[in-house]
């Protein structure tokens, strides 16, 4: 019973860590990756679907990403639908091939940015802590049930604390991560 409460609240740990990477993937810090567009979608035979689904997305060099839609008739589309992106990024159309450079964060822009990334960590902290506030609750509640002892409930805490612990110090290490990265020239 034990084992099971700490399973869960160790894959549910897992997966804010998880969110908080995809979240700060989406935070450009003025290199090009193409995880920068994956949440771009395009008007697709009047559906809209991400970017991936009508184009390849490639790295051309550390700044610049080409994309390059695989129908001709796509090339506007896809165009402006990365205008019209919250990124604020300006693609260049050379035929066929979309070019879209990164443009140099300013100092301001980089501190902005910085501030967004620890919102974000403390997101997933606070989500991490929820997770431990549910697993104790559930072994309180074994314990009112008198199917769990006093002792195996303290040791059950205390193994949970130990989790979320962990877990609160790889968000620490993701959110270094990016800052380190938000602030390199």
């Known amino acids: 019973m034990l084992d099971t409460i700490k399973k869960d609240a160790a894959t549910r740990m897992g997966k804010s860590i998880e969110a908080l ?9 003025g290199r090009a990756h193409t995880s920068l567009l994956d949440h771009v979608h395009v008007e697709y035979y009047g559906s809209e679907v991400p970017i991936h689904q009508v ?6 060099d550390a700044r610049t990403l080409t994309v390059t839609p695989w129908e001709r008739d796509m090339v506007g589309k896809v165009e402006k639908a990365i205008m019209n992106s919250d990124l604020g990024l300006n693609p260049a159309t050379a035929g066929t091939v979309i070019r879209v450079p990164m443009p140099a964060l300013t100092e301001e822009r980089r501190k902005e940015l910085v501030k967004v ?3 974000e960590a403390e997101n997933a902290r606070v989500a991490i802590r929820n997770i431990r506030r549910d ?3 559930e072994l309180k509640s074994l ?3 008198k199917t769990l ?3 195996d409930e ?10 979320t612990d962990q877990y609160v110090a790889e968000v620490d290490k993701v959110l270094a991560e990016k800052e380190k990265e938000l602030m390199a020239v």
């Open 21 to 29: 990477r995809h979240e700060l993937a989406k935070i450009r810090t």
């Open 55 to 60: 184009a390849s997305v490639n790295v051309e």
């Open 117 to 119: 990334v620890r919102h």
């Open 135 to 137: 697993a104790n609750g």
């Open 154 to 163: 303290r040791k059950g805490q205390d193994e949970i604390q130990k989790l």
């Open 143 to 145: 314990l009112k049930d």
């Open 149 to 151: 002892s006093e002792d």
